[in-house]
């Protein structure tokens, strides 16, 4: 039973247009959430995150929401450039005395068409 | 200064063998764990290493098993391959005393299980 959830496989966007990517989660105590993005034959790579106490964080081009009520958070690219295009995996962590263990969803594979 | 490193990258074995991944940290990293990621899917904890023991495990068989060895490198192994144990292996590391900085993975070792 999946505890992080990113319904959507694919999503393709516009260079210069916004993307938006989405991932559910069912843990409600959930505390830590973070955005990884994956290149083809390269690791995961940390993107941004947002702890459970607030609702909004920014860096760049590169903005996460928080939506703890409706347990969502979104990814937000303005404005998508080609060299977005990868694989974009939500996670979350439970606080766990001092041990830090992400819970990846499934990921999203985004296309950002020149 | 040296991300985490993984070898080998790709590796073919048979169904019934053992296989061997191993991984060197990031410098200045003292903790280990390792997810497996099959096609399609997010990365799944298998296990974390600290100060040479298995800290947390995740859902995998005894089958799955790991060392850490003094200088903080760690290894995974698999015995009694199956079919369904292909796929990309990461390694990730991050310091212990954790304040919210995120896991560095490696490039991944891909296993074929044939």
């Known amino acids: 039973d999946q505890q992080v959830k990113q319904n959507s496989p694919s999503l393709s966007v516009q260079e210069g247009r916004i993307s938006i990517l989405n991932c559910d989660y069912t843990?409600?105590?959930?505390?830590?959430f973070l955005w990884y993005k994956k290149y083809p034959a390269e690791g995961p790579t940390f993107l941004i995150s947002?702890?459970?106490?607030?609702d909004k964080n920014e860096d760049g081009r590169f903005t996460v929401f928080l939506n703890k009520s409706a347990k969502h958070l979104s990814l937000h690219i303005v404005p998508s450039q080609p060299g977005d295009s990868a694989v974009y995996f939500c996670a979350a962590i439970l606080p766990s005395g001092g041990s830090y263990i992400p819970t990846f969803g499934r990921g999203t594979s985004l296309i950002v068409h020149p | 200064d040296a991300g985490v490193t993984q070898s080998p990258t790709h590796l073919i074995k048979t169904r019934g063998q053992q296989v061997t991944l191993r991984c060197s940290p990031k410098s200045g990293h003292d903790t280990v764990s390792w997810y497996q990621q099959a096609l399609g899917q997010g990365p799944q904890f298998i296990f974390q290493?600290?100060?040479?023991?298995?800290?947390q495990r995740g859902n995998f068989p005894d089958r799955f098993s790991g060392h850490q060895f003094p200088n903080y490198s760690s290894e995974l192994n698999v015995n009694a391959l199956l079919l369904g144990d292909s796929a990309l292996y990461l390694c990730?590391?991050?310091?212990?005393?954790?304040?919210?900085?995120?896991?560095?993975f490696g490039n991944g070792t891909r296993l074929t299980v044939t």
């Open positions: 843990n409600s105590m959930f505390d830590y």
């Open positions: 290493y600290y100060e040479e023991e298995e800290r």
């Open positions: 947002i702890s459970s106490i607030k």
């Open positions: 990730a590391s991050s310091p212990r005393a954790w304040g919210g900085s995120p896991l560095h």
